[in-house]
């Protein structure tokens, strides 16, 4: 029972970071039909800077400059490289997905693909092939829950992507932009007209979207000190499975789903080798898209016509 | 015997009541019309007769058969073609290839065929272009046959349509609202093409149309649907007369 | 007399007369020329050896010898293929128009035997180019294959890599364990001879494999519409990849090796063939532009009898034997497999190669194809800069030409090999 906790905990961990970078597939898919397949990246970018934007906050800080606590440094740390990335995510908007939006979505998604390379190859251009580890903020603290540990970090992780989950669900119901958001999720065509700023809607939604991904990329280097270029690679494509998995442009769907692919990793890696973690959670997400393909909050397609 | 026998078919949208107790009985060679005003359910009168919806209740016969439920692909080999309001080409094919498509469910040769291209496929494949060509030519657009669609001016579009749906050997035609958007000069022409099928192919026409000039002169009998309800039948006298007809549909076009 | 037209076009008048026999004769011309003077040639002009991919990667290498590698591109590629394909223009006009009153199979295979002769003289060279030559052509059959999946019928596909993968691993398990001592069978069952012979099947049963591994992602994909597909296939491709590093009797992670060298030059030119020919032929048939119809407008598709959702599998099925056959095709010209190989790295690379041809086009998957293999190839020297500059491309291609630089063109047979001008000068 322990054991079963233990990885409950640790799933809860680890599909914080799927729900958060799924979010931002999810938002941008349900406006633009597409899938920007450079998120994974930007989750990746936002970890980076998260780096950068840590040591340069702990050096001022030790230079006596900004004398402020470690924990602060973590709290401004991640708001201004959540700003920092949003701004990745709007140019590559810009340059990559706004040319392209009356072309065919697969060649939209075919520039996200080459985006998200660039960004990889950039980096390691930029940083060369050594690892960056995340600055150690804050002391781990480790509480024994009668046979089940729990750590500060972990706990702080899952509240952070909860909280972060739960402000956008409240900016998207209650905010002006939230609303033209949902509106163009509803109808791209009637929306425009009715004096809707489409492109700052749409860039709006992928800084949104991007500012997340890399609130889970410094919970990621909080977690697993050790950054890597290629760390957007993998999560990224998992996350994009998970989005789909929620539904389309479900807050709930997406998030739910995140943490269902954390819970299943998890756990197949509890009970089976953990090198058949991939084989059975895929099977798994492909018996459940046989059955409900539409996800689990995600409209039918169309639900009217057969065809 | 009818040809196409409709008895007390319904349909629903989720909650809401599209069409309502329909029924029909379409002799072979008739041309009947079906009118009413705009949203009455008339386009969702054909895309249940065609298997596009599956009807929620009710019954439709072709010939006898029971056909509610079957795959569009299969009701259309059967006999059923149509045309439709808002034209549905396929934007990258050319006006060849759209008749030679609607041959579809008659090719014999096979994956093998298809794949390795034999002596058999070359055979059938000119076969069916020849016959196109003979399509095309009785709808007058032979020469635009290399063209792609998208190109075309819409009268030629419509005619395209109208061939493509001759292409599937039917015996009942459906025909959603074919002038629509015409100026009085194809629409003479048309009406031209119309009866010219109908002669040459002894088809059943069903047709909606929303200008009673073309409903009076080409129609055997009409049907008038409002709110998803069959409100009357009968010759285009009689519809004509008919006060309900003209409380639904007339008097309101009066109004507006 | 009209006043004699600019040199320059001229020029280019007098190259659209030559027919396609003509520039292969060319080719082989030139290939030929530098098989038996591309060594002294290149020494006299300042290069060290025969330069691999038409010098540019000497180029990039080094800067200073770009002169040199120009000066020999010229020498032996430009002014012989020019010279021939120019001066037997009359000649190749005429015979092309002799060929082409025989039965089409004549003038095709003469035109292949062309070729593959400039190819194998081109190859001859070093094994570098050799081995190029051969990852090109399975480059052709994987895009061209996706093309059947992304263009021809608009949906889109990541499991590619995944069908290869299969292809791949169960043609390797067979020539293995037949043909090579100390696997699964203790000794080799059959002499190495008999290889060639069964290799065929061997490729086919892949392919089979491949497209029975498709149905997984079909059956529950082509029920609704949207975009499912793009999410179950990429679910597959995990699953393949992850069944593979797991499963110890094809050495999981390890990877295969010493698969028998099975696969020349000629083994690969004649698949490659098969495949452009036998997909060239469904996309141009009714039943394959049904898969237009279908992409066009679903709908229409359906009134018209065609049956949609027949015609997505057997498409998809179809496509995902081919790309099993290149896989099989691949394992044994590197002669080694690993599960690595076929992961999200390689789906970007045929996809960038899709799109970068040209959607619903055979020229295109080609054209596609080879660009982006050889530039991969040529920009090497670059090393990681050059996975800034292909994407950088890719990225200008979508944003000027969405759908690719060659798209939406059926491939005639007939009209690429007709003669260019009529015996009496006429074009």
């Excluded at chain 1, 489409?198 to 500012?211: C, R, W």
């Excluded at chain 2, 649907?225 to 004509?240: C, H, K, R, S």
Aim: aromatic share 10%.
């Amino acid at each position: 029972m322990a054991i079963f906790l233990q990885n409950l905990v640790n799933s809860l961990q680890w599909g914080s970071f799927y729900a958060l970078i799924a979010l931002g597939y999810s938002m941008v898919y349900s406006i633009l039909m597409l899938f920007n397949f450079a998120h994974g990246d930007i989750f990746m970018v936002g970890g980076y800077i998260g780096v950068g934007v840590s040591f340069g906050l702990l050096a001022l800080s030790s230079s006596g400059i900004l004398a402020i606590p470690n924990w602060l440094i973590l709290v401004l740390t991640i708001l201004f490289s959540m700003f920092l990335t949003s701004f990745v995510g709007m140019i590559v908007e810009r340059v990559g997905y706004r040319p392209l939006r009356n072309a065919p979505r697969a060649s939209a998604a075919i520039t996200g693909l080459m985006i998200g390379i660039i960004l990889e190859t950039g980096n390691l251009i930029l940083l060369g092939a050594r690892r960056v580890s995340f600055p150690s903020l804050i002391e781990t603290a480790t509480y024994d829950l009668g046979g089940v540990f729990v750590t500060n970090k972990k706990i702080m992780i899952v509240a952070v992507s909860l909280l972060l989950t739960l402000a956008l669900h409240q900016f998207i119901r209650r905010t002006k932009w939230g609303m033209a958001m949902r509106a163009m999720a509803f109808d791209f065509v009637a929306v425009p007209l009715m004096g809707v700023p489409v492109n700052k809607v749409i860039a709006l939604t992928f800084g949104i979207g991007s500012a997340l991904a890399a609130a889970a990329g410094i919970l990621f280097g909080i977690a697993y000190p050790v950054l890597d270029p290629y760390m957007g690679v993998l999560f990224g494509w998992k996350a994009f499975v998970a989005a789909i998995l929620g539904g389309r442009g479900s807050i709930l769907g997406a998030t739910l789903a995140g943490f269902l692919l954390g819970f299943t990793e998890i756990f197949v890696a509890m009970i089976f080798p953990s090198t058949l973690r991939d084989l059975i959670a895929y099977s798994i997400i492909l018996l459940i898209l046989t059955f409900r393909p539409h996800g689990f909050f995600g409209e039918p397609y169309s639900a009217r016509l057969r065809l | 015997m009818p040809i196409l026998e409709v008895r007390n078919m319904s349909h629903d949208f989720g909650g809401l009541r599209a069409v309502q107790n329909y029924s029909l009985d379409l002799e072979p060679g008739q041309i009947r019309g079906l009118i009413g005003p705009n949203g009455a359910g008339k386009t969702t009168i054909f895309n249940l007769l065609t298997g596009i919806y599956v009807p929620t209740e009710g019954e439709v016969m072709l010939n006898g058969t029971r056909i509610n439920g079957l795959p569009a692909h299969r009701i259309a080999s059967m006999g059923i073609s149509r045309t439709f309001q808002n034209l549905l080409l396929w934007r990258h094919m050319t006006v060849l290839e759209h008749v030679k498509m609607a041959r579809y469910s008659k090719i014999r040769y096979g994956l093998a065929g298809a794949f390795f291209g034999t002596p058999k496929r070359k055979r059938e494949e000119a076969e069916i272009a020849e016959r196109s060509y003979g399509l095309l030519e009785m709808m007058g657009i032979r020469h635009l046959a290399d063209q792609v669609v998208l190109n075309l001016p819409y009268g030629a579009q419509r005619r395209v349509e109208m061939a493509r749906a001759l292409a599937t050997e039917p015996r009942i035609l459906l025909l959603d609202e074919p002038t629509a958007g015409m100026n009085p000069e194809e629409l003479v022409q048309i009406m031209e093409i119309v009866r010219k099928v109908h002669k040459d192919f002894g088809l059943a026409i069903l047709l909606i149309e929303h200008r009673l000039k073309v409903v009076m002169e080409l129609c055997h009998k009409i049907q008038t649907v409002n709110f998803g309800e069959l409100i009357a039948e009968g010759t285009p006298e009689e519809i004509q007369n008919d006060p309900k007809v003209i409380d639904a549909y007339l008097g309101k076009e009066n109004v507006g | 007399m009209p006043p004699p037209a600019p040199i320059s076009r001229t020029f280019r008048a007098r190259c659209s007369r030559v027919p396609l026999l003509g520039w292969l004769s060319g080719a082989l011309a030139a290939v030929v020329l530098e098989r038996f003077v591309g060594t002294p040639l290149a020494l006299a002009v300042g290069l060290p050896k025969i330069p691999a991919l038409f010098g540019i990667d000497i180029m990039l290498k080094k800067p200073l010898l770009i002169p040199n590698a120009v000066l020999y591109t010229v020498l032996i590629y430009l002014l012989p293929i020019a010279a021939v394909a120019l001066s037997t223009a009359f000649l190749t006009n005429r015979l092309a128009g002799g060929l082409m009153k025989l039965p089409v199979a004549v003038p095709v295979a003469v035109h292949l035997g062309l070729l593959y002769a400039a190819l194998h003289f081109w190859a001859d060279v070093s094994d570098y180019r050799s081995l190029v030559l051969k990852l090109t052509m399975i480059a052709i059959m994987l895009t061209l294959s996706l093309n059947v999946i992304n263009g021809y019928m608009g949906e889109f596909s990541c499991s590619h890599p995944g069908f290869m993968a299969l292809g791949a691993y169960c043609a390797s398990v067979v020539t293995v364990g037949l043909f090579v001592d100390g696997n699964y069978f203790g000794i080799a069952l059959l002499p190495g001879e008999t290889g060639p012979f069964l290799f065929p099947i061997d490729l086919v049963a892949g392919g089979l494999l491949a497209a029975f591994g498709a149905l997984f992602v079909a059956i529950p994909s082509f029920r609704t519409r949207g975009d499912y597909l793009a999410i179950i296939s990429l679910a597959f491709l995990f699953i393949v990849k992850s069944l593979i590093e797991n499963f110890e009797f094809v050495r999981g992670p390890r990877g295969m090796s010493g698969q028998p060298d099975l696969a020349g030059l000629p083994t690969v030119f004649s698949w490659a063939v098969l495949c452009v020919w036998s997909i060239n032929n469904f996309v141009r048939s009714t039943v394959g532009k049904a898969m237009n119809a279908v992409r066009d407008n679903e709908m229409a598709a359906e009134a018209m009898t065609v049956d949609t959702r027949r015609t997505k599998i057997v498409a998809f099925l179809f496509a995902a034997f081919w790309a099993g056959v290149a896989g099989g095709l691949f394992a044994h010209v590197l002669r080694y497999v690993n599960p690595g190989t076929f992961g999200i790295q390689n789906l970007a690379e045929v996809l960038a190669m899709v799109y970068f041809g040209g959607l619903n086009s055979v020229y295109g998957s080609i054209v596609g194809a080879v660009s982006i293999s050889l530039l991969g190839e040529a920009l090497r020297p670059l090393e990681i800069f050059k996975w800034i500059i292909i994407p950088l491309l890719l990225i200008l291609v979508m944003i000027y030409r969405p759908t690719g630089l060659i798209a939406f063109k059926d491939l005639e047979v007939a009209t690429l090999l007709r003669p260019k001008q009529g015996p009496d000068g006429e074009r």
